[in-house]
């Protein structure tokens, strides 16, 4: 076993540490038989941005659902720093999902729940299980939780209902409590789906700042290229479950794109256009 594993054994990881992530041969068949993921093999490194990007059902949701056990897959393995995702149960995959960061296109907020008790949920992902369930913080928990929504400018909105708040700051306070876990691994599915283009640009320049500043390993879902381009340094660009673009982003072409769609660029594909 090396020293990382014996570390994350212990629960001993460093708040500071980001992972690399690797796929090989992964694939998902769903039990209704489709299959979502095709013989998928990358490495993501430590601190890399990357961006996972496809049509609807082009797997990018499922691909990114591995990588915390959300969905096991169905051959291959996944390894995130020193987990093998695959086959892990109980405590190993709720250790290992406390140090992966998820914000979700729906928020995912307890919306009559204001910003700061909402933020305080991702320091019990990292937290023992009594605590979990009895739910009392820390001294510890509050003052992460405070920096967390002080680092995406939402301190001032910590007693603010949640459900009162907009699209955007909803995402923010999304991001602080993914901050809160004090993650190795950042992972966003569609984050900006459901915003409007300046504020899905705020959103997508936050993920890109916190992911620089703090080093993380960061992986978000698009299907817009223009977000892609703009705010990552790598992309991975799927089709029907297989890849078929692994490369940086800024260099990829409209021909790059049309190979991903599997059809020439539609005005959708360009975020603030209308379909």
Known sequence: MTSDARTAEAGLVPASASWPIHLDGVSV???????????????????????????????????????????????????VGPYTVSGLGGRRLRELRGHVGMIFQGFNLAERVDVY????V????????????????TAEDREIALRALEAVGMLDKVWTRAGSLSGGQK??????R????????????????????????????E????????????????HLMDLARDYTTRMIGLRAGELVYD??????????????YGRRIQPQDRLGATS
């Open 117 to 120: 008790r909402n933020t305080l």
């Open 178 to 205: 993914a901050l809160s876990q004090q993650p190795q691994v950042m992972l966003a599915d569609e984050p900006v789906a459901s915003l409007d283009p300046p504020t899905a640009h705020a959103v997508m320049a």
């Open 247 to 260: 490369g940086p982003a800024a260099a990829a072409t409209d021909a790059d794109f049309e190979e991903i």
């Open 29 to 79: 068949t769903y039990p209704n038989g489709t299959a979502a993921l095709r013989d998928v093999s990358l490495s993501i490194a430590p601190g890399e941005m990357v961006s996972i990007v496809g049509l609807s059902g082009s797997g990018k949701s499922t691909l990114i659902r591995t990588i915390n056990g959300l969905v096991p897959v169905t051959g291959g393995t996944v390894q």
């Open 122 to 137: 991702g320091r019990f992902a990292r937290a023992s299980a009594l605590r979990s369930l009895l739910g009392v913080p």
């Open 171 to 176: 995402q923010r306070v999304a991001i602080a």
């Open 207 to 222: 993920l890109e700042r916190i992911g620089i500043e703090r080093g993380l390993t960061v992986l978000v879902n698009l």
